[in-house]
């Protein structure tokens, strides 16, 4: 028998509310067993003055496998989840081959096993993400399923998204809603580009992206998803346009839901003045004013999550010119703290757009995100707020290093992770 862990006096926040109270997790069964005043167990955690949240779940990271192990494993991205909080995440289908079948999904889940967090596996819309042919969604359903996207390239035809979200919204979910999630990019608006269409671009003399290539698509979903009722969800929003229609859609009570990513709501394209390629990410990264338009859907409720788009690439190929270099940056091991420094929100706003609302998203409300209380999995982290580091990505968990925090002072940071109990990260190193 493990011994049993008492976290002692710590400042729950949760759905339940805002108390200080402790926490007995039972490594064994991999549940709490209580959650109160006075309690006791074998071993003990002092968490005066740190923060008990139930483990963040990030609705999407690029793990890279199978097929790009050299940038990321299942394994390697588990551990920068767990360093930054989270305990669940939602792996992108951009694999090689794409995770469009369940051989693939069964793929993921194995390698999922010997993780330290959940490992959810999102699979493709269309197979190889190509637009074309219907990916066997039922059949990805059946293999745990329930977040469909092309992600890295949103679905350009009109008439097959139609079909998709038809078909999706037929589809039986167990009580475990099914979602089409999009990567709103008209590629014939950003063929040639490689940051955003501005100012900045073309002082550069860099192709440009322009926002409209993502507002296209949003409103285009906005109007098929009222068309078909089945669910859409809007991939790291960037422009100031794409929020204001999601706010309406939502005020018009569509059932639409969107992410927004930290880079996105803390950085702008003035970044890529130094032609470094660690800047280059799609959507690419825009202007002051999209920056507070992101913060203040998050601060309004028409963005219902932080997600990372964690998107790991070898120091190799992010050394190649801005033009040619892929783009995509981490996220798992920086985002509470920029969020956290970034965001003026109230902490419990806060940890709800990392915990029990990308949870809903996910279908992970069993296990992930909801209040912390005797019964439940023992998925959990405990924050120090007040915790002071430098971002490098030298000292990152995960095989890659494009972080776009390099250097940066940032303060707060997950120093312990329980994942099913286990303690994944412990004083703010994996254990495994
Ligand atoms: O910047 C990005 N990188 N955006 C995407 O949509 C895909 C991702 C990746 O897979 O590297």
Excluded at 175 to 181: E, K, M, N, W
Excluded at 309 to 324: G, I, L, M, N, Q
Aim: net charge negative; proline share 5%; glycine share 10%.
């Amino acid at each position: 028998m493990k011994p049993t862990i008492v976290l002692k006096d710590g400042r729950l926040i949760d759905l339940a509310g805002d108390r200080i109270a402790d926490v007995v997790v039972d490594p064994n069964s991999g549940l709490i067993t209580g959650v109160g005043t006075g309690l006791a167990a074998d071993e003990e955690i002092d968490c005066d003055g740190l923060v008990i949240s139930p483990g963040f779940v990030d609705l999407h990271a690029h793990l890279r496998e199978p097929g790009l192990e050299a940038a990321e494993t299942i394994l390697t991205g588990s551990r920068a989840a767990v360093r930054g909080g989270f305990t669940a995440v939602v792996a992108m289908p951009n694999t090689t081959p794409t995770t469009d079948s369940a051989a693939v999904v069964e793929q993921v889940l194995a390698a999922g096993r010997h993780a330290l967090c959940e490992v959810s596996p999102s699979a493709a819309i269309s197979v190889g993400r190509k637009g074309h042919q219907l990916s066997p969604m039922a059949e990805l359903v059946g293999a745990g399923v329930r977040i469909f996207t092309d992600d890295g390239n949103g679905v350009q035809d009109d008439r097959f998204m139609r079909r998709a979200l038809e078909y999706a919204r037929g589809l039986p979910d167990d009580d475990r809603p099914i979602v089409l999630a999009q990567h709103c990019e008209v590629e014939a608006l950003t063929e040639g580009g490689v940051m955003h269409e501005g100012q900045w671009s073309a002082r550069l003399g860099l192709g440009g992206q322009p926002s409209e290539a993502e507002e296209l698509m949003v409103m285009r979903d906005i109007t098929l998803a009222r068309m078909t009722g089945a669910r859409v969800h809007f991939q790291h929003l960037s422009s100031a346009g794409s929020v204001a229609m999601v706010r309406a859609a939502k005020a018009a009570g569509m059932p639409v839901t969107a992410e927004a990513t930290p880079h996105h709501f803390s950085l702008t394209d003035a970044c890529c003045a130094g032609f470094d390629p660690i800047f280059k990410v799609h959507p690419p990264l825009r202007t002051e004013y999209d920056v507070a338009a992101v913060r203040e859907g998050l601060a309004d409720g028409t963005i219902d999550a932080i997600a990372t788009d964690h998107a790991p690439h070898t120091p190799e190929s992010k050394e190649r010119s801005f033009d040619d270099a892929p783009p995509g940056m981490l996220g798992l091991e920086t985002a509470f703290a920029v969020a956290l420094d970034e965001l003026d929100l109230p902490l419990a706003d806060l940890l709800a757009l990392l915990t029990w609302r990308p949870a809903a998203i996910a279908a992970l409300t069993d296990r992930h995100g909801l209040a912390l209380a005797a019964g439940r999995e023992a998925n959990l982290t405990i924050l120090d707020l007040d915790h002071r580091w430098v971002a490098t990505g030298e000292e990152m968990a995960s095989l890659a290093r494009n972080t776009p925090f390099e250097g940066r002072e940032l303060t707060g940071r997950a120093k312990d992770t329980f994942w099913k109990g286990e303690r994944v990260l412990a004083d703010f190193e994996v254990t495994r």
